[in-house]
């Protein structure tokens, strides 16, 4: 067991044989000029900049031994898995499945659906495909956990509020111990990443916990 002394609301402790870092969407759709998120007015650019945190979690926890597992939001080519109702909101002129400057928006194979090449999967890596937002939806997320005997969970990822928010209440309902690093997820508004962060821990961990990057890889060193 190690312990996450400074995590938020109090101590986090976990065995990193038992616990696996979830990375989030760290796609090319979400962190780059041209893809889904850029499409829908935002920037970029915030996004982006997390991205050497993530790169020193993501190798401390491969350091650790801990297992890695990396989602991706994105729909199968035909659009089957893609709800008419998710697809008819956002930005009217480039919709999910529309042909964008890096390719076919959120689309399965299509370059902007790529995990950014600095957190690219190792070949032992797991990457689950999830058509929501969140990870253990239509999805075998919960069955490989449960395979591997894993009980805790360490997320990073974008976009704070939305697919990172939404899977750590999924994993917290289904009995997880969950830590959110803190400097490793990002949102295109700041606010909604303030505030997830605080609901996430508010009320003795009532999501889970929050520590930042130093924090956990200072803990998975020691
Ligand atoms: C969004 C995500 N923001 N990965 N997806 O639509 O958070």
Request: one cysteine or more.
């Amino acid at each position: 067991m190690i312990e996450i002394a400074k995590a938020q609301p109090f101590p986090f402790r976990f065995d990193p044989a038992s616990t696996a870092l979830v990375m989030i969407d760290f796609q090319r759709d979400f962190v780059e000029e041209g893809g889904f998120g850029a499409t829908l007015g935002n920037d970029v650019t915030p996004l982006r900049a997390i991205l050497p945190a993530a790169k020193r979690l993501l190798e401390a926890a491969r350091a650790a031994g801990m297992a890695v597992i990396h989602t991706r939001e994105c729909h199968r080519p035909d659009l089957s898995d893609c709800p008419p109702a998710k697809r008819d909101r956002g930005a009217p002129s480039l919709r999910i499945g529309d042909d964008g400057p890096i390719g076919r928006i959120l689309i399965t194979d299509a370059p902007g659906a790529a995990i950014v090449p600095e957190l690219a999967p190792t070949p032992g890596e797991t990457v689950i495909d999830k058509p929501g937002k969140g990870a253990f939806y239509a999805t075998g997320l919960g069955d490989l956990l449960a395979e591997k005997g894993i009980n805790n969970l360490v997320f990073a990822g974008v976009t704070t509020e939305v697919c990172v928010q939404t899977t750590m209440r999924e994993a917290n309902d289904r009995g997880f111990d969950c830590l959110l690093a803190e400097d490793a997820t990002e949102s295109y508004f700041p606010t909604f990443k303030a505030a997830a962060l605080e609901m996430i821990r508010a009320q003795g961990a009532i999501v889970g916990w929050t520590a930042t990057v130093a924090e956990i890889v200072e803990a998975l060193d020691g």
